[in-house]
């Protein structure tokens, strides 16, 4: 069955520090992978998908698909980055979407 | 107002109630979506509209009953629910449909509570 696993609820860093929000995808054919972010009293919305190949706010994320990863990466983060992460699939025409960790940047 | 709005923010309703929830969209959007966002569940895809017909069902209960009189509005007809029906409801809105080619914009969601 087609899913998304977020094993971290919660990841705390300090100002600086290197973060990886880690993503696992479980899917049969060749995926299609998004992070979308909700950062607080804001609505949710689309922060990079994979084929864009883009750096978005400073973060990446590369497709594994050896190791069916999508992890989203920054090498510094900032309190600003503080916000709830989604990682998402397209499944033939709808996204499935993880359970979402929540990122957390103390200064 | 611009982008995706939601009304009402809160709703608490009865089990024998109806009411209705509803999504407008200001971007000149094809599609809309419905979604359920359940504590410590992922996002639920319910609904899917492209050019106003409903193109997914995803085995959502007969209880809830989508609308699409336009592109631009969405409505979620609700009746006789279930307290586990509680849950925050997202509108969101892409360019076309299917979902992956177009950026979905979500609206700020209506926070359901079933007494």
């Known amino acids: 069955a087609q899913r998304v696993t977020q094993p971290e609820k919660l990841l705390s860093v300090f100002k600086g520090a290197p973060v990886e929000l880690k993503c696992n995808y479980s899917?049969?054919?060749?995926?299609?992978l998004f992070w979308y972010v909700q950062y607080s009293r804001q609505r949710l919305q689309l922060l990079l998908r994979h084929i864009s190949r883009e750096s978005i706010k400073g973060f990446t994320a590369d497709l594994n698909k050896g190791e069916t990863s999508f992890h989203l990466k920054k090498p510094f983060a900032q309190e600003e980055d503080s916000a709830m992460y989604y990682c998402?699939?397209?499944?033939?025409?709808?996204?499935?979407f993880g359970t979402g960790t929540r990122l957390q940047v103390f200064p | 107002e611009t982008g995706v709005t939601q009304t009402p923010r809160h709703l608490v309703m009865g089990m024998t109630n109806k009411k209705s929830l509803k999504c407008e969209q200001h971007?000149?959007?094809?599609?809309m979506y419905w979604y359920k966002q359940s504590a410590k569940k992922p996002l639920e895809l319910m609904f899917v509209y492209s050019l106003e017909e409903r193109v997914e069902n995803n085995s959502v209960p007969s209880r809830f009953s989508p609308e699409c009189p336009n592109s631009s509005h969405l409505f979620l007809h609700l009746h006789t629910l279930q307290p586990e029906d509680s849950a925050l409801y997202l509108c969101?809105?892409?360019?076309?449909?299917?979902?992956?080619?177009?950026?979905?914009?979500f609206g700020p969601g209506t926070r359901l509570t079933v007494t």
């Open positions: 998402a699939l397209l499944n033939t025409d709808k996204l499935i």
């Open positions: 969101a809105s892409s360019r076309g449909h299917p979902s992956g080619s177009y950026e979905q914009y």
């Open positions: 971007l000149g959007h094809n599609a």
């Open positions: 899917y049969s054919g060749s995926p299609e």
